[in-house]
């Protein structure tokens, strides 16, 4: 995990040097000292052309390659980072949008999300709650499921702004099942 935290610290290092405005847009509370997953972030549009050559920046300040990039959605670039340490390597994938789509459709326009943006205790960038609640809710609705962890992910955003994850859940469900899954 130590090894995945500092390549995710270089990752931040990097965007900030770079003036690169970004959001990670979820599973932020525990970073970088446990990052289970995709780092999921948002930039805006204008930067996107520029953000291979960030990443590859911040590989090689943490002493890792940049090793693939798939461009997915029309506005989604998923990458892979590689550090050998040891005999082992070490992975960190960011996951970048400017607007978060799933079958080309827009399910949160990245330009408010990065208006309401505010900073994390460690120093990054993340959503306001209620844009982490609806984005991380309209993606594991997309997935078909969801854990015990990803549920506190919610309940903990729900938390910090009822009524704004409260109007997140009704712009994307139905009434019955929002007011279902507030209850929940």
Same mark, same amino acid.
């Given at each position: 995990m130590a090894a995945r935290a500092a390549m995710f610290e270089a990752l931040i290092q990097v965007f900030e040097e770079a003036?690169?405005?970004y959001c990670v847009l979820a599973g932020y509370d525990e970073y970088p000292d446990v990052i289970a997953s995709d780092v999921d972030f948002m930039v805006p549009e204008d930067w996107r052309p520029r953000l291979r050559t960030i990443v590859v920046a911040a590989a090689v300040r943490s002493g890792g390659h940049l090793v693939q990039r798939i461009a997915h959605e029309t506005t989604a670039d998923y990458y892979a980072? @590689?550090?050998l340490d040891g005999d082992r390597i070490t992975w960190l994938h960011p996951d970048s949008?400017?607007?978060?789509?799933r079958g080309g459709n827009l399910l949160l326009a990245g330009a408010g999300v990065m208006q309401r943006r505010r900073r994390h205790r460690r120093g990054f960038w993340v959503p306001a709650p209620a844009d982490a609640f609806a984005y991380?809710?309209?993606k594991k609705l997309d997935k078909g499921g969801i854990d015990a962890a990803q549920a506190a992910q919610l309940s903990a955003r729900h938390a910090e702004d009822p009524a704004g994850c @409260?109007?997140?859940l009704q712009d994307i469900l139905p009434p019955d099942d929002a007011a279902a899954v507030e209850a929940a």
């Open positions: 003036g690169l405005p980072i @590689a550090r949008c400017s607007d978060f789509r991380y809710l309209t @409260a109007r997140a």
